[in-house]
Structure formats: C-alpha cells, structure tokens
C-alpha cells in the first residue's frame, strides 16, 4: 500500500537577529520586511500554502511578535477598512491568512543553529515529513509554472525520501552554503511529475557545510528549501555540538543519509538571497517591475535614470 506522502506542514526557522541589515533590524524582524509591498515571510508562506501546506510552524526568538502580528486577525484594521469601504484592501488584509491556514509558534530560546531550530519544532510535526523553508531566500519557480516548493512536493510524494533543493554556484560562493555531492537518481517517477524532474534528482553520497573553495567537492549547493521526513530528528537530537556549539542541519541531514536515502532536485525557477543587502536590491526591483500596480511606472522612472 502507498504510503502517504504528503506535505501538509512546514517549518520556518525565522529566529536570526538579522545582523547583515542593521539598523534596520534592530526592532523589527529581518523576515518582516517588504519586498515591494509584501514581507519576506509572506512571500514564504504563500510557496508553501501553493505547494498543499495547511500548518505553517514558525520558530521565532524575542523581538519577533510583529511575525505572529502578521499572520493574526487585525480587528480594528478590517473594520476600519470595511466602515469606509475599502473591499479590496479588506480582502487583500483578509488573504494574509486563509480559513484553512493553521499558525503556531514556538521559541528558540538561544541561536544554536538551524539544526536546533528544526528541532524545536519536533512536538508540533510528529511523525510525519514536512518542509523547511528559509524566508531569506525568495524563490520563485519559472513564470506560469509551479513554486518550488510545489516541485518538490510533487517529486516526494513519488519518492518518500527527503529532498534538498540545490542550485550550481561560483567558486568563490561555495564557502557560503552547504555543498552536495550525487549521483543521478534511479527512483522512478511517474509520469505526472515528468522526466525532467528525474533528470533533475541527485541521489546524495555526501554532504559538507561551508568548505572552502579550495576544499570543496563540487559546486552544488544547497538553497533555502527542504522536504525531510521525520527521521531526522533522531539524529538532531544525537548531533554533538559543532562550530561555536551549534546544532547544524547539515550535519542532520549527513547522518541521516547513512540510515536512508537523501536526493537533491535541480529546482527550476529563482532564487533571491534576501539575506544579503545585494539580493535583496535585487528582489525588489526585479518584483516591482512585474507589479501589476506600480510596474509600468517604475520601468519608465528607471528609464529616465538612464537604469534600462
């Protein structure tokens, strides 16, 4: 009998001080603010409610309750909007949170890694696989095509195994990520996922966190998505501390490919690092060009820079 594989939760680790946009971030969370006229962590969610996510968990540390604020009713604000009429600011407020969206919360108490956050997060995801993302990479899958997380999504619940979305980067980037090592995938995938998504998977055989460029084994690198069943927080829990005694989930995912299999997928789409001032620049302007309300204007406005 097929197992269930599907993804209905995920997690998103948003505890991070934001150190790289200070001042910025020195009373507000990194991942509450706007690219154009949404939040990152937004953007985040809407992936995964996309790709079939009901029960978004957010881990969060102090300072972030604008996160929580975000995702909750705002009474006063809808009826404000609804007194004068405002429909389509009402609906757009209303959209944040769907009816059948469910929001918890749980703190990390101290930055001891991602690896620590996922696990923070294990008493509300139990036995089942569910995703992680990272809000600092805004990722978007091809136009007119499915999110990544959707891609994923739809290739695990074929496969059962846990999943890494990765991406080919510079020589001089590899020090900045976790870096991967495969072999193409044997796994069948049905016909409704395609072959190019098999052509896309990676069966893992290692994996290294942050090497230097003259150490590294290859040049892929793992980005901000990840579909990982729940096998993983045994070896979370079993993982002596590492760099500056933290909990890498890198180092998780390594000794979780000794006990099962771990693949990669080659996502088909974009990916912003919104945790950098340069990526984020770049987001921005890039999303305010395809805006439907200020696209137009802001493409002549840079035309007039002398920017297009």
């Known amino acids: 009998m097929q197992k269930n594989y599907k993804i209905t939760t995920a997690v998103f680790p948003v505890a991070g001080l934001g150190t790289r946009f200070l001042p910025a971030t020195k009373a507000q969370p990194k991942e509450m603010l706007p690219v ?18 009901r029960h978004m968990v957010f881990v969060t540390g102090r300072n972030k309750r604008a996160i929580e604020d975000h995702f909750d009713l ?158 993983i927080f045994h070896h979370l829990r079993h993982l002596p501390p590492g760099a500056q005694g933290e909990i890498q989930l890198t180092d998780g995912i390594a000794a979780l490919m000794r006990a099962e299999p771990v693949q990669a997928y080659r996502y088909r789409g974009k990916r912003y690092d919104c945790g950098s001032k340069l990526g984020f620049l770049e987001a921005s302007v890039e999303l305010a060009l395809e805006h439907p309300e200020v696209g137009a204007p802001f493409a002549a406005f840079l035309k007039t820079q002398q920017l297009l």
């Open 74 to 231: 705002a009474y006063e604000l809808e009826f404000e909007l609804q007194a004068t009429q405002k429909q389509a600011l009402l609906d757009l407020v209303r959209s944040i949170q769907p009816a059948d969206m469910h929001c918890s919360y749980v703190r990390q108490p101290r930055s001891l890694g991602l690896g620590h956050a996922v696990l923070c997060a294990e008493h509300l995801i139990g036995a089942q696989p569910f995703a992680v993302l990272l809000a600092d990479d805004l990722m978007r899958g091809e136009p007119s095509g499915p999110g990544v997380l959707t891609q994923m999504a739809d290739i695990f619940v074929h496969t059962g195994a846990s999943l890494l979305a990765v991406q080919t980067v510079p020589d001089d980037q590899v020090h900045r990520y976790g870096i991967v090592v495969g072999q193409p995938a044997v796994n069948p995938i049905e016909a409704d996922t395609g072959e190019l998504a098999q052509s896309r998977l990676l069966t893992l055989s290692h994996i290294v966190e942050k090497p230097r460029a003259s150490d590294t084994p290859a040049r892929t690198a793992v980005a901000g998505r990840y579909v990982l069943t729940p096998a």
């Open 36 to 53: 154009v006229d949404k939040p990152l962590i937004q953007y985040a969610v809407e992936e995964a409610y996309a790709a079939g996510v």
